[in-house]
């Protein structure tokens, strides 16, 4: 069985009470275990709404024929209740995005302990945990800087550092490169080629990025709410 697998997942954003968003039209993805899988496409085309579906931050539209469905490393999450599907994030994935999204009056340690604080850790716990992601990442130094008081690559790999503190099983980045110089791109490129090698993480990735994209095992693109070839 495929470690992630979705089919039929349709997302309708309703903004207003006349205005539906039709943002992702029947999506079909499977994603092995131990995968890295980069998703392209122009903008608009429903790849960050793709990414919050399979990370279960958002379902998919309930009312389909025929009815959607995600499993996710051998569970049916389609129907799952929203504690569960909580509880699942929290446990078993991590999240990087291209604004970095950092607590800014926490402190790097702070920051990153939070996932593990979530996923049940006691505090200390969580604490040396995050001390040890930190040092993975490189931050080692930096355990007591508030995020203003981290340059722009240094806050994305205290997110990594935040994403990879509970060792998820699968790691979901949003344009995680987007707001990095060519320098700070290649240390986290090289950071996820890692975390995927030598930790078996599965990782999905949206980009722009040709760089991030040829680092990949495998692409698929996305047009007007659909995956198209790949
Ligand atoms: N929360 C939202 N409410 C309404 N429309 C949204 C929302 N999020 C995204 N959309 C719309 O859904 C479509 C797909 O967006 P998105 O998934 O962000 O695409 P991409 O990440 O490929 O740029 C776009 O038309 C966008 O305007
Ligand atoms: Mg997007």
Redesign the pocket.
Known sequence: MAFLEGRNLHKT?R?SRHNL?H?LRGVDVTVGEGEMVGIV??????????MHVLGLLHAPDGDRNPPASLVFDGVDVTGLPDRERTRMRAERMGFVFQTFNLVPTLTALENVSLPAEYAGRKRTEARKAAGEALAMVGLEDRTGHRPMELSGGQQQRAAMARALVTNPALLLA?EPTGNLDSENTAELLDLLRRCNAERGQTMVL?THDPRVSAACSRVLT?ED?VLVGG
Request: no cysteine.
């Open positions: 954003y903004p968003v943002a496409g122009p903008s608009g085309s429903g790849k960050s709404t793709l949003d949206v996305m709410g």
